[in-house]
């Protein structure tokens, strides 16, 4: 599978944005999907991610509360919404996938997904 990431662009602190990766290729809805983010003289670091039958998901606490990960298999596509968006969110972003393996909890390490998009900006300002 392949991913495309999008929806990303310049707004202002308490905004919302939602952003999308589209997949191609076969069986998406076996892979469980992930979002990370690399802000400016940072690691790449875990934002949301949620399993392949989408029952589980989980947040880095810096993003509880604000931000929702979803899926629709239908569309080959898993979606981040940002709500209540903060400068300290100001980062390019990714998706990622990985095959699900049996694994039924979401997967929050970087280095077990295989399978990256292209990255999307955030750019939120004060």
């Known amino acids: 599978v392949q991913l495309q990431a999008s929806g990303g662009g310049l707004v202002q602190a308490g905004d919302s944005l939602r952003l999308s990766c589209v997949a191609s290729?076969?069986?998406?809805?076996?892979?469980?999907l992930g979002w990370f983010r690399q802000g400016p003289g940072k690691e790449r670091e875990f934002v949301a991610a949620i399993t392949w039958r989408g029952i589980s998901t989980d947040y880095a606490d810096s993003v509880k509360g604000r931000f929702t990960i979803s899926r629709d298999n239908a569309k080959n596509t898993v979606y981040l919404q940002m709500n209540s968006l903060k400068p300290e969110d100001t980062a390019v972003y990714y998706c990622?996938?990985?095959?699900?393996?049996?694994?039924?909890?979401?997967?929050?390490?970087?280095?077990?997904?295989?399978?990256w998009g292209q990255g999307t900006q955030v750019t939120v300002s004060s």
């Open positions: 290729g076969r069986a998406f809805s076996g892979y469980a």
């Open positions: 990622a996938a990985k095959w699900h393996e049996g694994i039924t909890i979401p997967t929050m390490t970087l280095s077990e997904y295989p399978i």
